[in-house]
T-cell receptor, first 110, second 115 residues
């Protein structure tokens, strides 16, 4: 089935370590996005990419980095500079102005 | 600045009660409007969307929403809720012709508990 796959579902890391969250899609969509979800905050845009080898910062990009070397893949790295990294992270792609979401990765930094 | 506001953060209803969740947005141009639902432990699902045409849109599971352009609103309604509607509901907007690649701007969500 076509869709967006995020892995792993749960991730634990020690404070100060960088961690990379995976997002893969087989929908052949050009645009991909990363959102962060916190209780009572809704979803906030971290980074987005409209085409391979191009990406832009969203509203809360500080402490995060991304790459888009392949159309199918848009990994997100949470760096040690992110002050409050514990959150639920959602990846999405877009076609015809409509977003399709993965199941999310819950990151806990201890 | 562009923003999306959901008026009710927590709503508690009895089964069979009617539901209306408010959503207002502030955008200068033409927008696409969405309602998403997140059931406990599950991923985000699209309930309904509005791009153009009839401002009353029907979605899955008996939900509907009305776009009122003059009020910048897109309220979600359901005539009779069920226990299985317990979930978090998000209103979202993207702007046509924007330079953000149709990235969604979300409200903070409304947590609905049906008892």
């Amino acid at each position: 089935d076509g869709g967006i796959t995020q892995s792993p579902k749960y991730l634990f890391r020690k404070e100060g370590q960088n961690v990379t969250l995976s997002c893969e899609q087989n929908l052949n969509h050009d645009a991909m996005y990363w959102y962060r979800q916190d209780p009572g905050q809704g979803l906030r845009l971290i980074y987005y990419s409209q085409i391979v080898n191009d990406f832009q910062k969203g509203d809360i990009a500080e402490g995060y980095s991304v790459s888009r070397e392949k159309k199918e893949s848009f990994p997100l790295t949470v760096t040690s500079a992110q002050k409050n990294p514990t959150a639920f992270y959602l990846c999405a792609s877009n076609r015809a102005q409509e977003a399709f979401f993965g199941q999310g990765t819950r990151l806990t930094v201890v | 600045a562009q923003s999306v506001s959901q008026h009710n953060h927590h709503v508690i209803l009895s089964e069979a009660a009617s539901l209306e969740l408010g959503c207002n947005y502030s955008y200068g141009g033409t927008v696409n409007l969405f309602w998403y639902v997140q059931y406990p432990g599950q991923h985000l699902q699209l309930l309904l969307k509005y791009f153009s045409g009839d401002p009353l849109v029907k979605g899955i599971k008996g939900f509907e929403a009305e776009f009122i352009k003059s009020k910048f609103s897109f309220n979600l309604r359901k005539p009779s809720v069920q226990w299985s509607d317990t979930a978090e509901y998000f209103c979202a907007v993207n702007a046509r012709g924007s330079n953000s690649g149709y990235a969604l701007n979300f409200g903070k969500g409304t947590s609905l508990l049906v008892t």
